[in-house]
C-alpha cells in the first residue's frame, strides 16, 4: 500500500496503518463508477483542530461546494449519500441542487469521532493513536467500509456520489488497491471513481480551490 500521505506543513503518522487495514478488506462495490466529495472548507480545517460535529461550512467553504456543484452540474447524478455531520451535509445539499436531489444520509460517512481531543490541535496526530472516548482505528475503518458498502448497494453507471470527510477517502481509496495525493484530499474537490482493467482509477474533476492540509 501507499506510504503515509504527505500534506502541506506536516505528515499525518499512522496513515500507513490505516491504508494496510483498509486493504486487507478490499471493497467489491457493484457498480462501475461513482462520485466522491469531501465537504467544503470550514474554520476547524483553517484552524487545524479536531472539530465538532456540527462544525458548520465558512464563507470560503460555502463558495468551494458552489464550484463543486457547478463541476457536476452536467453528472446526471441520481442519488446523493452523505455524511450527517454539518459540514457534508450542507455540502451535499448544495451539490443536488442542479439535480433536484436532497442527500440521503448515511452515518457510516462522518469523520472519525476523536472524542476528548474535539477542540484540540489536529497538526501532529497520530490516527494508530486511541482518542479517550472515540472510536479506535479498527472501528473507524469497520464503520466506514460498511458505510461505503451501503452508500452504493443501489448504485448504478456513474450516478451516485458519496459525499463525506477526508478521513473517509483514507479508507475508500485503498479499499479500492488506489493511492491517492494531497490534491485529491483538497476541500470540495470532485473524484470520478471508475471500474478499469479488473481494479479502480480515479480523476480529479476539477480544482474548488481547496485545503488538503486538514483532513476532518
Known amino acids: 500500500m501507499t506510504a503515509p500521505l504527505t500534506t502541506p506543513g506536516y505528515l499525518h503518522r499512522g496513515l500507513d496503518e490505516l491504508f494496510r487495514m483498509a486493504g486487507a478488506s478490499p471493497l467489491a462495490p457493484r457498480c462501475d463508477g461513482f462520485y466522491f466529495i469531501r465537504h467544503g472548507e470550514t474554520d476547524g480545517n483553517a484552524q487545524k483542530i479536531f472539530q465538532r460535529a456540527d462544525q458548520p461550512l465558512n464563507a470560503r467553504g460555502i463558495a468551494q461546494a458552489e464550484a463543486a456543484s457547478k463541476a457536476l452540474a452536467d453528472a446526471r447524478l441520481e442519488r446523493i449519500v452523505a455524511s450527517t455531520m454539518d459540514r457534508a451535509w450542507v ?10 436531489l436532497a442527500p440521503l444520509p448515511e452515518d457510516g460517512l462522518r469523520e472519525r469521532w476523536f472524542g476528548d481531543l ?15 472516548n472515540g472510536e479506535t482505528l479498527a472501528q473507524f475503518v469497520t464503520r466506514t467500509q460498511a458505510g461505503i458498502t451501503r452508500g452504493l ?14 478521513g473517509i477517502l483514507y479508507v475508500l481509496a485503498p479499499s479500492l488497491g488506489i493511492a491517492i495525493d494531497t490534491p485529491m484530499l483538497a476541500n ?28 476532518s
Open 118 to 132: 474535539v477542540g484540540t490541535p489536529s497538526h501532529d496526530h497520530d490516527w494508530r493513536d486511541d482518542p479517550p
Open 153 to 166: 448497494q443501489e448504485a448504478h453507471a456513474v450516478r451516485t456520489a458519496l459525499v463525506g470527510h477526508g
Open 188 to 215: 470540495a474537490t470532485p473524484l470520478l471513481f471508475e471500474r478499469a482493467g479488473g481494479g479502480w482509477r480515479v480523476t480529479r474533476i476539477a480544482d474548488t480551490g481547496g485545503r488538503g492540509d486538514n483532513v
Open 91 to 100: 455540502t451535499a445539499e448544495v451539490i443536488g441542487r442542479p439535480h433536484g
